[in-house]
C-alpha cells in the first residue's frame, strides 16, 4: 500500500546526518557545507581531500561538535570500502538519512572511450573486464543506493526505526546535462549520466511506497577544480563567452530535491548559470543546444576535431587494441 502525499511526513536536514561520496572537492564539498550550515552532520567519504575539504572537516571534526564532520577515506570501486563507509557511519551516529552518491569522473584520460584499453594512458586493462570511468560513475551509485536501503529498510539498532512514509529518507544523485545532450568529446560520460537519470527515474515510487525520495540534479558547465585544474577541458573553453554555474548553485538544487514537498522522487533539476528547472521524462526540451549557452564549451568543435583526427593513430586504434 503507498502513500498519500499529503500522508509523507516533511523533511528538514536539519540534526540530521548524510553520507557524501566526493566530497572531498568540487560539487559535492559545496553540498557537504551546505547541509553542515544547516545542522546537518556529514560524513565526508572520498579517496583524498583538497585543502579547502579539510579546513571544512577541522571546523566541525571534534567528536563533541554539533554539527560533526567525518572523513572516511573510500574508494568508491570498491564494494568492501563502501560497506565499511556505512559500517563506520553507523558506529559513529547510529543512524544515517541522507545519502550522495556524489563522486564521479569526467571522461578522464585514464578511462576514456578515446583512449581504449591497453593504450599507453588508459588504466583500463585489456584483461580487466571492466572501465573504472563506469565503475565510478554507475556502478558505485547503484550500490550505494542498494546499501542505503538495506539499512534503512531493516535498521540493526534496536533505536532506530525502519523507513517509512512517516519516517523518510532522501537520496540525491548527480546526474548531467551530458544525459541529455549527445557529445562525441564525452560518450561514456554521456551514457554513464544518461544510466544516472534512468536509474532515479525508475525509483520515483519509492517515496510514496515506503518513505526514499531518489532525485538527481543535472548540471550544465560547473567551475569545479575537475575543470579549471585540467588543461585539455580549459581549452575548450572560452572564459569570456561560456556560462559557468558555481558548485554552490548545484548545492542549492540538491537540498531543494532533499526538503521541498512539492518536488516528488524521481524528479531531475537541471542546474545551469542562473537557471535551475526541471527535467521532464517525456517532450523535454532539453539543456541549450548553442555553444557558449553554459551546456556546451564554446571551442568544443576543437576538441571534436582532435579527437576525429585521432582515429587515424595506429597506436591508440591499430591491430594492436584488438582483441586476439
Not at 129 to 155: C, M
Not at 199 to 225: D, K
Not at 246 to 257: G, I, K, Q, Y
Amino acid at each position: 500500500m503507498t502513500a498519500s502525499t499529503e500522508d509523507i511526513t516533511p523533511f528538514s536536514v536539519e540534526g540530521k546526518t548524510a553520507i557524501v561520496t566526493g566530497a572531498g572537492s568540487g560539487i559535492n564539498l559545496s553540498f557537504a557545507s551546505l547541509l553542515l550550515s544547516r545542522n546537518c552532520n556529514v560524513v565526508v567519504a572520498d579517496i583524498a581531500l583538497r585543502p579547502e575539504a579539510e579546513q571544512l572537516i577541522a571546523k566541525y571534526e571534534a567528536a563533541d561538535s554539533s554539527p560533526r564532520a567525518v572523513f572516511i577515506r573510500t574508494d568508491v570501486t570498491s564494494w568492501a570500502d563502501l560497506k565499511r563507509m556505512f559500517d563506520l557511519t553507523l558506529s559513529l551516529f547510529e543512524e544515517f538519512h541522507i545519502l550522495c552518491p556524489g563522486a564521479g569522473v569526467y571522461e578522464p584520460p585514464w578511462s576514456n572511450f578515446w583512449q581504449p584499453p591497453g593504450s599507453a594512458i588508459s588504466k583500463d586493462k585489456e584483461d580487466s573486464d571492466r572501465y573504472a570511468l563506469l565503475d565510478i560513475n554507475v556502478t558505485h551509485p547503484i550500490r550505494t543506493t542498494q546499501l542505503a536501503l538495506s539499512h534503512w529498510l531493516h535498521p540493526t539498532s534496536p533505536n532506530v526505526a525502519p523507513v517509512s512514509p512517516q519516517n523518510p529518507r532522501r537520496v540525491i544523485h548527480i546526474s548531467s546535462v551530458a544525459g541529455q545532450l549527445p557529445n562525441v568529446v564525452c560518450p561514456m560520460y554521456g551514457a554513464s549520466k544518461a544510466a544516472i537519470t534512468g536509474f532515479v527515474r525508475c525509483l520515483a515510487p519509492l517515496e510514496q511506497a515506503i518513505g526514499v525520495r531518489v532525485n538527481a540534479v543535472a548540471p550544465g558547465l560547473i567551475r569545479t577544480p575537475l575543470w579549471v585544474e585540467n588543461q585539455e577541458k580549459m581549452m575548450l573553453i572560452d572564459e569570456e563567452k561560456d556560462g559557468w554555474a558555481t558548485p554552490e548553485e548545484v548545492a542549492s538544487a540538491m537540498l531543494r530535491c532533499v526538503e521541498d514537498k512539492d518536488i516528488g522522487g524521481g524528479t531531475i533539476l537541471e542546474v545551469v548559470r542562473n537557471s535551475t528547472r526541471r527535467v521532464e521524462i517525456l517532450n523535454d526540451p532539453g539543456p541549450a543546444r548553442v555553444a557558449g549557452d553554459a551546456s556546451i564549451p564554446s571551442k568544443n568543435q576543437q576538441g571534436v576535431d582532435q579527437l576525429l583526427e585521432s582515429l587515424k593513430q595506429k597506436d591508440i586504434w591499430g591491430p594492436q587494441q584488438r582483441s586476439t
